[in-house]
């Protein structure tokens, strides 16, 4: 049976260890991990998924931002990585991810302002994600334009640049 749990009573090795078996060890060279570079992920909707004592998948959510063009800079969560071991792909795992972190994003109001890089059939079928209003965003990577989604009231259309978020300095 699945057990799903707070991604911070993980060991980050072991975490590390799933990211490499379900993407590669050359991962961080996307275009996702530039998004999000030098930021920690929001513990409150990060969760690892395990059987028996073993991770068999993980998700882990950022604090980015979309510097607009016009200059304002629009908070936005990366929803990604959504990692499941490669045997238990199709398991279903990756939606019971998915469905805790957007239950846990409604508590928190983060569910305004949601984007993530992936699959726009499945994704959009089965979470409600879009690349509607991301057409004008642009990447510090290559990605394919249909494949960078979106869902919430908060999300911008206009055109900008995807970063890491920056802490406001007091």
């Known amino acids: 049976m699945i057990s799903l749990l707070p991604l911070a009573e993980i060991a980050e090795a ?7 078996s379900a993407f590669g060890s050359d991962r961080h060279g996307r275009t996702a991990y530039k998004i999000r570079a030098g930021t920690r992920f929001l513990p409150a909707l990060s969760f690892a ?9 993980a998700i882990q959510c950022w604090p980015v ?17 959504v990692a499941v071991r490669p045997d238990r792909q199709r398991d279903g795992i990756g939606r019971l991810l998915m469905t805790q972190m957007l239950a846990a994003a409604e508590l928190t109001d983060a569910t305004q302002a949601l984007m993530l890089i992936g699959d726009p059939e499945y994704y959009g079928r089965l ?16 990605v394919e334009p249909g494949r ?3 869902r919430g009231a908060a999300v911008p259309a ?3 640049l995807l970063r890491p978020a920056i802490p406001a300095i007091a």
């Open 127 to 142: 979470f409600g994600f879009t690349a509607e209003r991301t057409a004008l965003w642009r990447a510090p990577g290559p």
């Open 148 to 150: 960078l989604l979106a």
């Open 14 to 20: 072991d975490v590390d260890a799933l990211l490499d």
């Open 65 to 81: 931002a979309l510097a607009a063009d016009e200059g304002t800079v629009v908070p936005l969560v990366m929803v990604g990585p």
């Open 158 to 160: 206009g055109a900008g």
């Open 49 to 57: 998924a395990t059987e028996s004592g073993q991770l068999v998948g």
